[in-house]
């Protein structure tokens, strides 16, 4: 098996390398797993690493912005035209609705575009940029001041840093710049990277001291507000204190990361750069896997908590009164789903794509395929052991692509399509159910992972195999999304190489 390098981290550069670059991260596959296995495993080319037609895309920006709007005494300038804070503004009305009941903070989500116009596309942006900061300080008074910067700011050169070093000394508020220029990266996820490359560099503190009951939890925007409940609750009855990093952290304990006594994933393709950042910077451990979900997963992921926090009694004890509550219901499930002859489709990013075949066949069923955003070769290990367990399966890499995804799920024809919300486009094919929801979202079936998250997919399972009514009423009642044509091609790839 090909040996995994964690990124490499240069904090002097301004922002971290591309995925394609740093990771050989390739966001079009279709094939075996076996033969995904045997190419990474032979050193060969991973193919392709961009594609010639998309359908749909997403953006480095994008994915910072959603992401770090929640940081809550800080304000987020988006540096372009204002198109590209389209997308931000709906987030402070989807996380009013979790009750303040559930520790969900009071908060206000201040965001700034510099709104760049096609005269600063030739006299430059940086004056805007001056004002937009100076704004932000007189309005909010913030504790820090997130740039993300455009695709439009790239092109023209912007020296962001430049005008950061200028009024850096002048305020209080830390200013943060984000390199997340649309264009920069076919893999809209090395935003993930660019993120935390600033967080680490401009905001994170030297340690004063060492705090061995915080544990940083990596915290992308699939932890649902749920998890969060799930998580508090199982540390609190350690004694350990759970930073979920960035999501709704104030600047002060984003700045006080570096005195964890660990930092744990939840998923590698969000989270290993920043665990990565951090361990080089302030040496703060990490490990990379298992991704809390399922219950030996999550022993797993408690266990490693363990070694670095000194909490090793403390945990065997939650352990055993956890699989206590999770192993009988789990029980019935697999007594229920005995015999029932169901494939399932998975849809997810990469921590869940590894993890639901192993559920699924453990459950008596079996696995149709595989479909992930991005696929990077350090999955390779875990796929492995999925393969092992499994035997083998198709694998789609497709960056959501529904017409791909489609095409996929009329040739194999899947009992269940399992995606995630953003994936989640086929109530006509196979029963849908979503595998797991935003950040937002404190329903009980949206918390997923730890011990008693494997309860309540199992009861999304369950549910969808018992009234598939609905589903095959849309398909019965409306066409096809995509032409006959579309369907009978052969290569479900025809239009990414093409
Ligand atoms: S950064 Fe570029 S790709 Fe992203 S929204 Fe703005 S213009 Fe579009």
Redesign the pocket.
């Known amino acids: 098996m090909a040996n995994f390098e964690a990124p490499k981290i240069i904090l002097d550069n301004d922002t971290s390398p591309k995925r394609e670059d740093s990771l050989n991260t390739i966001k079009a596959y279709s094939g075996k797993v076996s033969q995904f296995l045997d190419d990474v495993n032979a050193g060969r080319e991973l193919q392709w690493k961009d594609r010639k037609f998309e359908q749909t895309s997403q ?4 994915q910072v912005v959603n992401r770090v709007l929640t940081i809550r005494d800080s304000v987020l300038v988006i540096h ?2 204002v ?2 804070s389209q ?1 931000s503004y709906g987030y402070r009305e989807l996380y009013r609705n979790v009750p303040l009941q559930l520790q969900r903070p009071r908060f206000q989500l201040n965001i700034l575009s510099t709104n760049l116009t096609e005269g600063d596309i030739v006299f430059g942006g940086e004056k805007k940029l001056k004002l937009a900061i100076e704004t932000a300080v007189e309005r909010y008074n913030p504790k820090s001041i997130i740039i993300a910067a ?3 700011s790239g092109i023209m050169g912007d020296d962001i840093e430049g005008v950061v070093e200028s009024i850096q000394p002048n305020i209080e508020a830390r200013i943060i710049p984000i390199h ?4 920069r990266s076919e893999i809209s996820q090395s935003g993930f990277d660019a993120t935390a490359h600033a967080v680490v560099k401009y905001l994170v503190k030297p340690p004063k001291r060492k705090q061995k009951d915080l544990v940083n939890i990596i915290a992308p925007f699939s932890v649902t507000w749920a998890d969060r409940v799930e998580f508090t609750r199982l540390f609190d009855k350690v004694g350990l204190r759970p930073r979920f990093i960035p999501d709704f952290a104030t600047t002060e304990e984003l700045m006080e990361i570096s005195e964890a006594a660990v930092t744990a994933p939840t998923c590698p393709s969000y989270g290993l750069y920043l665990q990565a950042a951090l361990k080089e910077k302030f040496g703060v451990p990490y490990f990379r896997e298992p991704a809390p979900l399922g219950l030996t997963n999550t022993k797993e992921w408690f266990r490693q908590i363990a070694k670095h926090t000194g909490k090793e009694r403390e945990i065997e004890s939650l352990i055993a009164e956890e699989e206590a509550y999770v192993l009988p219901k789990l029980e019935e499930f697999k007594k229920e789903f005995k015999g029932v002859d169901a494939s399932v489709f998975v849809s997810a990013g990469q921590a869940r794509a590894v993890f639901i075949p192993k559920f699924v066949v453990e459950l008596g069923m079996k696995i149709a395929g595989v479909n992930t955003l991005e696929l990077d070769p350090y999955i390779a290990t875990e796929l492995q052991a999925v393969y092992d367990q499994v035997g083998d399966f198709e694998i789609h890499a497709s960056d959501i692509q529904p017409f791909e995804q489609s095409h996929m799920l009329e040739k194999m024809k899947p009992d269940l399509y399992t995606g995630c919300p953003f994936m989640g486009l086929y109530k006509r094919e196979g029963g849908h159910v979503r595998n797991h929801s935003y950040r937002s979202d404190f329903s009980i079936q949206s918390q997923q992972f730890s011990f008693r998250g494997i309860l309540n997919y199992g009861n999304v399972i369950q549910r969808a195999l018992k009234n598939p009514s609905l589903n095959k009423t849309l398909r019965a009642k409306r066409p096809r999304p995509y032409k006959d044509w579309w369907y009978e091609q052969e290569d479900v790839l025809k239009y990414a190489n093409e």
Request: charged share 5%; net charge negative.
């Open positions: 953006c480095m920006l994008t372009g035209p198109g590209c997308g455009s695709c439009a997340c220029e649309g264009f």
